[in-house]
């Protein structure tokens, strides 16, 4: 009976996630670093668009800020570790590359002009608005406040309105979130499957009891077998024009004429003090663009004798993902046409392209036996979980769907584990078709025993569950969306 529960619990473990999206999903803007050892310069390779090493560690970083933000800075790598960040992050950037590949078959691109109206008017950033006014003071606090650049977070706002866009054409419910018809039947079952609890043995099996110690042959022979991870980033050796914005001088009747052009929306002509800056840095960008396809004109014919010979490396911090991929795309000897670069505007040609090289063994030891020592713990701890499974006696706890408070302020828990680990734990009790199973979670592994299940049923018409139900059936219809890309996109991931 338990097993057949089990079975069709399973479906919940959606309705969890969709309830604790707000506080477990991508967001925030930081700079950190993360590493791993990859294949050439990429995490991942999805259709036509690779995810870099740099991209990553900016993602991982900007989501680890932000949860450990909201658990008032208690969070470390131990328990990032133990909750899967590493993997959550990565699933979140191949579900945007699959949205982009998508959006380049069918020619959709999102426009400065879009972008800029998105963050001047949009609902979400009424905060960076004085008086309904886009405020450029905010507007830069903002961006020096989370320690990010202006390019970072509107290549940021850029994928959004492109994710928004594929999805509207696909499913326009899911843009506009409009209420989905429910059925009598869909509602009294889900407020069924929420009411369902069992009774759990859990016992626990901590990685750090696990001692490995390598030898200098083991270390070796493992660096033979991966060692085309461990490679030198691809570099250009590049000409580079950077034309900077603040240098473009205006006179006082062009900025009136701009800004009349395209900002007045009111009877008066006079610019506001509030957005005059706003208006300056706008007019000064459109004078910018114009002098960087000048530029590049000249550095194409090779006419242009001031030009910087620069090294660019594929996992450089200092240049946006844009800028990186038309680099690796481009042969030898072509000219870019002009990039935003932060505020300004690059103009690069390309002189050499040097493909990555493998490091040798010594130059990555220390990594090769901490990477060696987590395989081979990982391997260790599912024989322990293997060989403990029938026999071992745990601590009994309740295991349960959790309230939307317990969600909101991140206080549920099962055997006193944190939140995030809690709410790992019960995915993987809910997605089990066994009574008595385990999982591995971070660098621990988590055996539990379900000696008994209960139903205590909700209210079907408590308009909680018309929401969730609406969730549900909102990410339900996503998922199709996603399924279609995964089948037309190939997804390669190296970590």
Do not use: C
Not at 188 to 217: C, H, M, N, R, Y
Not at 408 to 437: A, E, P
């Amino acid at each position: 009976m338990i097993e057949w529960m089990q079975k069709h619990k399973k479906w919940l473990v959606v309705t969890i996630w969709i309830s604790a999206i707000a506080f477990i999903g991508a967001g925030g803007f930081a700079w950190g670093v993360y590493d791993y050892s990859l294949s050439g310069n990429s995490v991942a390779k999805v259709g036509q668009i690779s995810i870099s090493k740099a991209e990553f560690a900016q993602a991982y970083q900007n989501e680890f800020d932000r949860r450990n933000y909201q658990q008032g800075g208690t969070l470390d790598e131990a328990q990032a570790k133990e909750m899967g960040l590493d993997e959550q992050v990565l699933r979140g950037l191949i579900s945007n590359a699959l949205i982009r590949n998508y959006a380049l078959d069918l020619g959709l691109r999102v426009s400065d002009e879009e972008i800029a109206r998105e963050i001047s008017t949009g609902r979400e950033y009424e905060a960076l608005r004085t008086d309904g006014v886009f405020d450029l003071k905010k507007y830069d606090q903002f961006i020096a406040s989370n320690g990010i650049s202006k390019q970072y977070f509107e290549e940021q706002v850029q994928q959004q309105l492109l994710t928004q866009k594929i999805l509207s054409l696909i499913f326009p419910q899911i843009i506009t979130q409009a209420p989905l018809p429910i059925t009598p039947l869909e509602r009294e079952s889900l407020s069924l499957g929420f009411a369902l609890q069992d009774v759990v043995e859990l016992s626990v099996i901590k990685g750090a009891s696990i001692a490995i110690t390598p030898t200098q042959d083991q270390l070796k022979s493992y660096w033979e077998e991966h060692k085309d991870s461990y490679q030198t980033p691809a570099s250009y050796q590049v000409q580079m024009i950077v034309v900077p914005t603040k240098d473009q001088t205006y006179q006082d009747d062009e900025l009136q004429k701009f800004y009349e052009q395209n900002y007045i929306t009111q009877e008066s002509k006079e610019i506001p003090e509030s957005i005059k800056d706003q208006v300056v840095l706008a007019f000064q960008q459109q004078k910018a663009r114009v002098e960087a396809l000048k530029e590049y004109s000249k550095l194409q014919k090779s006419e242009q004798t001031h030009a910087k010979v620069q090294v660019i490396t594929q996992d450089s911090t200092e240049y946006s993902q844009e800028i990186l991929q038309a680099l690796e795309s481009s042969a030898k000897g072509t000219t870019l046409k002009p990039m935003p670069f932060g505020d300004d505007f690059i103009t690069l040609k390309i002189v050499e392209k040097n493909a990555p090289k493998s490091r040798g063994f010594d130059e990555v030891r220390i990594q090769i036996q901490e990477e060696y020592i987590k395989s081979e713990r990982l391997k260790q701890l599912h024989k322990l979980a293997t060989a403990r499974l029938e026999t071992f006696n745990g601590q009994k706890i309740i295991a349960r769907f959790p309230t939307q408070a317990e969600i909101s302020t991140q206080r549920y828990t099962l055997g006193g584990l944190d939140f995030y680990t809690s709410m790992g734990l019960l995915q993987h009790i809910f997605d089990s078709h066994k009574s008595t199973n385990y999982a591995i979670m971070g660098e621990n592994a988590f055996l539990f025993r379900i000696v008994s299940q209960s139903v205590s049923p909700m209210d079907s018409k408590d308009s909680y569950i018309d929401a969730l139900v609406n969730q549900v059936k909102m990410e339900l219809m996503t998922r199709v969306v996603f399924d279609f890309l995964e089948q037309r996109y190939k997804i390669k991931k190296f970590i």
